[in-house]
């Protein structure tokens, strides 16, 4: 069973917890679910579980996102997808293969980011062509 | 103000729009391309843009694929950048302020040119607002890349599997 891990960075998207859970468990994932304090230190302690394969795909609920976006696609195999909507959210799935999504929750009202999460999970990644684009981002670092 | 522009093959013509929009304003664009409809690969754009802004060629770079995903994190993991991709001004003037952003990245399938073209020139006409808090985690996040792989041939791999056919749906 896929494993998806929700982290929820900062007092404020501590909110997200109960909704977001259940989105995933409903589609039958198994959950990890964790609040924390954003930081950079944080942010770097988390690409350790998912470079060390400790759950298959990563969604995090921040208030604008851009500094875990900018973190974690610095590291090698990962894709983040930094979004608001849902084409952006079941395409990436399907097309870029995203282990990582993050969310804006300051710029994204609560109804959107409940079906962001759930066509993000809900999708899985095509690989065939796009794979060529995968292989290349792994080249650069 | 010298802007370099890329994108993917989705939304070449969402790119030549806002290139014109920005020479209209008086801007020097560096088109990186790409300049039609084949299909090809958004790392080759992004990477390309992103190589302008560290080597001093551009003072900005703006990336643009069908989603915006792909086209940012081949951004991102290019050594010096830091981009973010946006679909509002707010995360733009964010980023510009706090980061020092030197790339925007956009999905042109899902933002309008008129959007992309108002956060655009938020996003160059907004300054880094330096504390020694905000430079040291600046200097953090470059220190992520520290290898500079600028070399031309550094696709020749998957470019050559692609042309055999061995990436297929």
């Given at each position: ?51 060390t ?13 851009s ?16 979004i608001?909507?849902?084409y ?34 809900a ?13 290349m ?5 | ?58 003072d ?55 959007l ?34 600028f ?10 599997k ?8």
């Amino acid at each position: 069973m896929e494993k998806i891990k929700l982290l929820l960075l900062g007092k404020n998207n501590f909110t997200y917890k109960e909704d977001l859970s259940k989105v995933i468990q409903d589609l039958k994932k198994e959950l990890i679910v964790e609040e924390a304090e954003m930081s950079f230190e944080k942010l770097i302690e988390i690409n350790d579980e998912i470079q060390t394969k400790k759950f298959d795909r990563l969604v995090i609920i921040e208030d604008f996102g851009s500094l875990p976006f900018m973190v974690l696609a610095k590291f090698h195999s990962n894709i983040v997808a930094q979004i608001s909507d849902e084409y952006s959210s079941h395409m990436t799935s399907e097309h870029n293969g995203s282990n990582i999504m993050v969310i804006g929750s300051q710029l994204t009202g609560k109804d959107t980011i409940h079906n962001v999460v759930k066509q993000y999970v809900a999708t899985d990644f095509a690989a065939g062509r796009h794979m060529v684009r995968i292989d290349m981002l792994n080249e650069l670092v | 103000m010298k802007i370099a522009i890329g994108c993917d093959h989705i939304v070449t013509d969402v790119k030549d729009k806002v290139k014109k929009m920005l020479e209209n304003d008086g801007h020097e664009v560096i088109d990186c391309g790409t300049f039609d409809f084949e299909r090809t690969h958004y790392p080759i754009f992004g990477r390309k843009v992103a190589m302008q802004v560290n080597e001093k060629k551009a003072d900005f770079g703006v990336a643009i694929c069908g989603t915006g995903v792909g086209i940012s994190n081949a951004v991102q993991k290019t050594f010096g950048a830091r981009t973010v991709l946006v679909r509002d001004a707010i995360t733009a003037i964010d980023a510009r302020k706090n980061y020092d952003a030197n790339v925007i990245s956009f999905g042109g399938a899902v933002t309008g040119t008129g959007l992309i073209y108002e956060i655009i020139k938020k996003f160059i006409s907004t300054k880094y607002e330096p504390t020694p808090a905000k430079d040291e985690l600046i200097k953090k996040i470059n220190s992520l890349i520290t290898v500079k792989k600028f070399e031309d041939n550094l696709f020749d791999e998957e470019l050559t599997k692609w042309d055999k056919g061995l990436y297929h749906d």
